[in-house]
């Protein structure tokens, strides 16, 4: 009880009135994470715990940042969701709300035998559309890693961690292509890091999102990260003898200073392993090429996340209405051009607390120049996209009575006892058919009637059939829409409960 006690007094007392926390998730030199029930909402949330956001500028800017572009970023189904931001009594720590998921990708394919190839295909699939989305805001993420993809036992896949992510729009320079502003103070995970910020071009494109991608798939298919380099020079040299050698053109175009293509001529001279030597010979070949065509030298030679949507490496999952952009540039209300002082970041994200409701769409974080929506329309064209969208909304909602739309919400209507008896024959049929992966020890299966985990407990795969999906607006001044979280279909895939209880028994997280 007295430990107990210890670990609650970590928690400020307002935070325990709002969040029932129900266990200690994890905890690291700038923060502890809390797993939750919103008293409020009665959700499953994770409660995030900031020490001293505000300890210095460096700390102040990505705590800022990292608020910022996640409420822009809300309304995606692969980006996590932040729900609420809440003040500490000392002024200086702050907690932020998530929406809880079970896992994250590192602790996955650290496990070693969880991820089959249908998995890997659909968290490919996932990061794809997130990043398409992120990069259409005009901004890159620049931290994409294993332990940033956070996981649920229906292979849902959510993009975390927006404290590096930049805008491009704020500094534009004078590049022919627009897409390569200067940027600094880049420290993200070495392993993942794109070949050009690692010989000092500060001249960063979206591409290295994409190589980051490309470092992800190979890590899910090795079982390993691909480039464990130990240094900046070891990890340029790992880089250099497995990727397939740069032309002297791209060399020019890429190192900015002499001692970066020194260190590319240098690498030349190493022994090479090539990406089929590296990453085993039974590697499918669509994941082969689409790594190769990731993981090149030359920035601008690599697919855009657009381009790789259309490899035949994730087509069985490829449908374009789901793979969403956004209408506008999203650009923070603070110029991260200028590093500001401790007490700018503080007063700015507290007045945003203050005069804006969490649940609202963040209004403020979008720039009024990069917003082509009402100004340059007639009243008369806006009221035929009002009537558009409204009778678009009735046509989703209208379903014939007798069909059943199978999803995670809550049924708003009663079946008859005849369909649930029915669909319950359904569901003991599939499971005949599809082949669950369960690895769970004979010794765990106590684990089973853990209640976070039961409504997965009859979960199935089957990855050929794709129901039509209800589509929202995401926000009140857009024609985009998106999938409704509500409605996505579970028979994408699975990382069956029983794999994940079997992380959580082994203390992965």
């Excluded at 460096?58 to 996590?80: C, G």
């Excluded at 249908?118 to 490919?124: A, E, L, P, W």
């Excluded at 390993?224 to 250099?240: A, C, D, L, R």
């Excluded at 607006?473 to 409704?484: A, M």
Aim: charged share 25%.
């Amino acid at each position: 009880m007295a430990q107990t006690k210890d670990k609650m007094s970590e928690i400020d007392e307002h935070i325990l009135k709002r969040f029932d926390i129900q266990k200690r998730l994890g905890k690291g030199a700038y923060g502890i994470v809390w797993k939750a029930i919103d008293r409020k909402t009665k959700e499953v949330v994770a409660v995030k715990k900031i020490f001293d956001a505000f300890r210095n500028q460096t700390d102040a800017q990505r705590t800022f940042r990292e608020i910022m572009f996640l409420r822009s970023f809300k309304d995606h189904p692969n980006i996590v969701k932040l729900l609420s931001i809440h003040r500490a009594a000392n002024n200086r720590d702050i907690y932020l709300g998530f929406e809880y998921m079970e896992t994250d990708l590192h602790n996955v394919i650290k496990r070693g035998n969880i991820l089959k190839d249908i998995h890997k295909r659909y968290i490919m699939y996932q990061l794809l559309k997130a990043t398409k989305y992120i990069h259409s805001g005009n901004v890159i993420h620049r931290d994409q890693k294993p332990s940033n993809v956070l996981l649920d036992s229906l292979c849902r896949c959510k993009i975390a961690d927006f404290g590096l992510a930049r805008s491009l729009t704020q500094t534009l320079g004078n590049s022919p292509s627009g897409t390569d502003p200067t940027l600094t103070d880049y420290v993200a995970t070495r392993w993942y890091r794109a070949p050009e910020i690692l010989i000092a071009n500060r001249k960063y494109t979206k591409g290295i999102d994409m190589w980051s991608l490309g470092c992800i798939l190979g890590e899910m298919i090795l079982g390993k990260p691909v480039f464990p380099g130990t240094s900046t020079v070891n990890q340029v040299e790992k880089i250099m003898a497995t990727i397939v050698p740069p032309s002297q053109e791209d060399i020019s175009m890429i190192c900015a200073s002499g001692v970066g293509s020194s260190m590319i001529k240098n690498s030349a001279s190493l022994q090479r392993i090539p990406l089929r030597t590296l990453l085993g010979h039974d590697v499918p070949e669509d994941a082969l090429d689409l790594i190769n065509n990731l993981l090149l030298f030359n920035p601008y030679k690599r697919l855009t996340a657009e381009q790789a949507l259309e490899h035949a490496y994730i087509s069985r999952f490829h449908n374009p209405a789901e793979e969403v952009e956004m209408n506008v540039n999203v650009i923070p209300p603070l110029s991260d051009d200028v590093r500001l002082t401790v007490d700018d970041y503080r007063n700015k994200l507290y007045e945003i607390m203050s005069t804006h409701h969490h649940n609202r769409p963040a209004k403020s974080l979008l720039s009024r120049g990069s917003i082509r929506l009402q100004s340059d329309l007639t009243k008369s064209e806006v009221k035929s996209r009002i009537v558009r969208d409204h009778e678009r909304y009735l046509k989703s909602h209208s379903y014939p009575k007798e069909k059943v739309y199978n999803t995670q919400s809550e049924p708003k209507v009663n079946h008859t006892e005849e369909k649930l008896k029915q669909k319950a024959v359904q569901t003991r049929s599939e499971s005949k058919i599809f082949k669950k992966i369960d690895i769970l020890p004979p010794e765990s299966n106590a684990l089973k009637a853990s209640g976070d985990y039961k409504k997965h407990a009859q979960s199935s795969c089957d990855f050929t059939l794709r129901e039509r999906v209800r589509k929202k607006p995401l926000n009140s001044k857009s024609n985009v829409y998106v999938q409704s979280f509500n409605s996505y279909n579970p028979n994408h895939g699975i990382i069956t409960q029983s794999a994940l209880m079997e992380l959580r028994a082994a203390g992965l997280r």
